[in-house]
């Protein structure tokens, strides 16, 4: 029997990677959901307009669709929306996590997997293993604190959270960039940009997330992974990387410390993951940073 899965936020960066690749998985039916219309717009799946923030629309899908498997990437995932409007940042993160696995409670669900974020940690410290304290820097990082901790209650059906870092790659009709979109497309412009030098991250190419998502999915694994690109970079040594491989002058790059910038909302300094619990337990290797740079560019 073909489990049936549900990714919610399926119009966004990962849900479409994710849509594409279950697709091909001949043991798995698909239902993408995502708010609104379906802007994937491919063939053999099943698009259902959900917004997971609406408790009676979600409790209406899960009883009609009675996935197995939900894997959970709709978010609010802008820190400055989340800092503005700490309320909906709460409905948005943290009720519709929780309305999905009451529904899902309901309707038989085998398997809930959460996708959360570096911004759990405090940014003191880089290269983190799934143990280190969570102790979030800004709003965002705490909505997705709160629905982790909802995921990780006493459930009848399997929990995993995926904590991914600095996602890359395109999609059609992305509601928001990334930042080697965001650099490939000033540079071309002709527009100086300054970049941060004293940030760091672990890239992840958004087709290594997907393909972490479903490792867990099919080796039925439970708990916290973090799912990561391996290379540990500043934003400043990712501009210079997508500018060198796109032949733009660097010329037009400045570096600058965070501290340039009076953001809303704090973003941590360092982070990055430690990806050897994925490996060993999943199997997961990611694809090299420049080897991620060609894929986009290609
Ligand atoms: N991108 C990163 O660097 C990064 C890093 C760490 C963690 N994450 C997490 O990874 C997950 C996937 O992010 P992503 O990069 O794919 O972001 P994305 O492209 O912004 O996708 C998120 C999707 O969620 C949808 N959504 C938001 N609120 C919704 C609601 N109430 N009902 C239904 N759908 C809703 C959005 O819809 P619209 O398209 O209509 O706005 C969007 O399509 C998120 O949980 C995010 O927090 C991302």
């Known amino acids: 029997m073909r489990n049936r899965v549900l990714i919610t936020g399926a119009n966004g960066l990962l849900g479409q990677h994710l849509t594409k690749l279950l697709l091909t998985k001949k043991n798995i039916e698909v239902f993408a959901s995502g708010r609104g219309k379906d802007r994937l717009l491919e063939q053999g799946?099943?698009?259902?307009?959900?917004?997971?923030?609406?408790?009676?629309?979600?409790d209406d899908v899960i009883a009609?669709?009675?996935?197995?498997?939900?894997?959970?990437?709709?978010?609010?995932?802008?820190?400055?929306?989340?800092e503005d409007n700490n309320n909906e940042a709460i409905l948005q993160n943290v009720s519709a996590t929780a309305f999905l696995l009451k529904a899902g409670k309901n309707n038989g669900l085998k398997h809930f997997i959460f996708i959360s974020t570096d911004f759990v940690f405090s940014g003191d410290k880089g290269m983190l293993t799934e143990e280190e304290r969570r102790d979030p820097p800004n709003f965002y990082g705490q909505t997705k604190l709160m629905a982790e901790d909802c995921v990780m209650q006493n459930w009848p059906f399997?929990?995993?959270?995926?904590?991914?870092?600095?996602?890359?790659?395109?999609?059609?009709?992305?509601?928001?960039t990334?930042?080697?979109?965001?650099?490939?497309?000033?540079?071309k412009k002709g527009n100086p940009i300054k970049v941060v030098n004293d940030q760091y991250r672990t890239p992840t190419y958004v087709k290594d997330l997907a393909q972490g998502c479903f490792l867990i999915l099919d080796k039925e694994a439970e708990g916290v992974f973090h799912i990561s690109g391996k290379d540990?970079?500043?934003p400043y040594a990712i501009a210079l990387k997508v500018?060198?491989?796109l032949n733009?002058?660097?010329n037009l790059i400045t570096e600058v410390t965070a501290g340039t910038f009076k953001e809303n909302g704090k973003r941590p300094l360092k982070t990055g993951f430690d990806i050897s619990k994925s490996k060993n337990i999943l199997?997961?290797?990611?694809i090299s940073f420049n080897k991620g740079l060609e894929e986009v560019v290609k």
Not at 47 to 54: C, H, N, Q
Not at 64 to 82: G, L, R, Y
């Open 232 to 234: 540990y970079l500043t």
């Open 243 to 245: 500018a060198k491989k």
């Open 178 to 187: 990334n930042i080697m979109l965001w650099v490939k497309n000033n540079l």
């Open 248 to 250: 733009f002058s660097t």
């Open 45 to 58: 799946y099943n698009y259902i307009s959900m917004d997971v923030s609406i408790e009676k629309e979600v």
């Open 64 to 82: 009609s669709v009675k996935p197995d498997i939900i894997i959970h990437a709709a978010a609010i995932s802008k820190v400055e929306n989340c």
């Open 158 to 176: 399997k929990t995993s959270i995926v904590r991914t870092c600095l996602v890359y790659g395109q999609v059609k009709d992305m509601s928001r």
């Open 283 to 286: 199997g997961y290797e990611p």
